[in-house]
Structures are given as C-alpha cells and as structure tokens.
C-alpha cells in the first residue's frame, strides 16, 4: 500500500498507468480513492493515473487539524510534488471538485485543468450555508451518527443500486465525525468565488440540473469560460452511478482543452 510521507502527514494513494497529462482523482466529502473507480479503470489505459485519500480519510493519517480548503489543496499541491506530476488534470467530486478550483487559485502553474463532478457550492447561497452549519451542529451533538446517515442517504435518487449506496453510506459513515465536522466547518468557511476568479485553468463542472448555489449562469457570471456538462438520472455520486456519461464528458473535456488526443 503506497503512502507519501508528507512532513506530519502520511497521505495513501494508488497509481496505475502511465502517459499524459497525468490525472489525479480527489474525492468528496467522507469518501475515500475508490469513489472514482470507473474512472480509474478507464484512464489507466493512457494515462498516469493517481487517486488519493485525502487526511482523515481512508488509509490516510488522522491529524487533529488541517480540514480546511486550502490546506487540503495544498496537500495535494504536495503530493503531486512528491509524486513529480507534471501539470496534471484535477478531477475532483463534491468537496474534491471544490478542493481543484481552490489548488488552481493558489497555484496557478500547477493544473492543467480542473474538473469538478457535482461540486460543492462554489457560490453559496444563504439556505446552502444554514444546511451545513445545522449538520455540523448535529455531528457536534449527541445524534451524530444518526444525522450523518441521514444526510447522506438523502444524497441518492431512490431508484439507485441498494448495494452501492449501501458501501457509500457505511464507508462515509466510518470517518471520525470530528474530521466530518472539521470539513464542514471549512466548507462554509471557504472563499469559493474569490478561488473561482483566480482560477485561469480549464474549468468543466459536471451537474444535473439548474438552479441552486452552482446555478450556470451563476459560475458564468464569474468565469465566463466554464465549460458545463449535464448528466441524467443520476444522484450525487454520479461518476460512479453513470459512468457511461461522466468518463466520456471528461474524456471530451481533455481531447478538446488539456490537448489530449
């Protein structure tokens, strides 16, 4: 099991494959490396392909701080040092998505695109910021575990796999709820429209619908060269519910604007 050792910090990750530009899979919110495992799968074949698990996930060590935005950014910026990835495409989901556009912001030279599948809100209006800071509230509280599975089990559409969710919700469920509540804390906390005008790096954001903090016209208002893909019939997890639709818009995305082939 690989580990980049980073100062006080020991970040796992997995890497297959070879060829460019390398791609470097960051996941959500409670969620480990192996939510992008379709994608995974499919790059692998022609490019170098990492996914993590970012501090206080997965096999990752468990600081006491650090769950902030930027610092998680940074830890990628650090892992992708350790790792030598040249200019390497972010593709990141829910907090991951809003973890690349922060990593673009701070270091301008290090993506070489940023996508972001389902993220969290970048522009966050008044009743998305009143919905975390009463879920931090809870995970605080004496009914944490019962709120956490709450939440997420509200994530899926009802006719999604039952298996599936089932491994989501346990796997998420299983992070200490300090750490959860910890990144929430820098979720509402986070500048995300002052990252997203800093951000010069291809952008694509994959969602499903409009309306809401990550409302199009919203993001185009602030970068007006934000690419926008739609899925359907999917809930949150979308890269791992369909598939078929999200690896071929990131595919696209890198033969049309990382110059891929």
């Not at 490396?33 to 790059?43: K, L, Y």
């Not at 989901?93 to 912001?105: F, W, Y």
């Not at 004496?142 to 989501?168: H, N, T």
């Not at 598939?243 to 033969?255: C, G, Y």
Request: glycine residues 10%; negative net charge; contains cysteine.
């Amino acid at each position: 099991m690989p580990f980049a050792e980073l100062g006080d910090l020991r970040l796992h990750y997995e890497r297959e494959g070879e060829g460019d530009p390398p791609l470097v899979f960051v996941h959500g919110w409670c969620c480990d490396h192996t939510f992008f495992a379709p994608q995974v799968e499919q790059f692998r074949t022609t490019h170098d392909v990492v996914a993590l698990d970012l501090r206080g996930c997965g096999a990752s060590s468990v600081p006491d701080g650090g769950y902030d935005i930027p610092t998680l950014a940074e830890d990628v910026a650090a892992l992708c040092a350790a790792l030598e990835l040249e200019r390497p495409v972010v593709v990141g989901h829910s907090l991951g998505g809003m973890i690349g556009i922060e990593l673009a912001a701070r270091r301008p030279s290090l993506p070489g695109a940023i996508v972001a599948v389902d993220p969290g809100p970048i522009d966050p209006l008044p009743g998305a910021l009143r919905m975390f800071e009463a879920l931090i509230a809870h995970l605080e509280g004496p009914s944490s575990d019962a709120a956490r599975r709450a939440y997420v089990e509200g994530l899926f559409l009802p006719s999604d796999d039952a298996e599936r969710k089932r491994r989501i919700v346990e796997t998420m469920c299983a992070v200490p709820a300090e750490v959860a509540a910890a990144v929430l804390r820098g979720v509402v906390e986070w500048n995300g429209v002052g990252a997203l005008l800093l951000c010069a790096s291809p952008l694509l954001v994959l969602r499903s619908r409009t309306g809401g903090s990550n409302d199009p016209a919203r993001l185009l208002a602030l970068k007006p060269d934000v690419q926008i893909g739609v899925t359907v019939g999917a809930g949150h997890f979308r890269q791992l519910e369909v598939p078929e639709q999200v690896t071929p818009m990131i595919e696209r995305f890198l033969r049309v604007t990382a110059g891929t082939s």
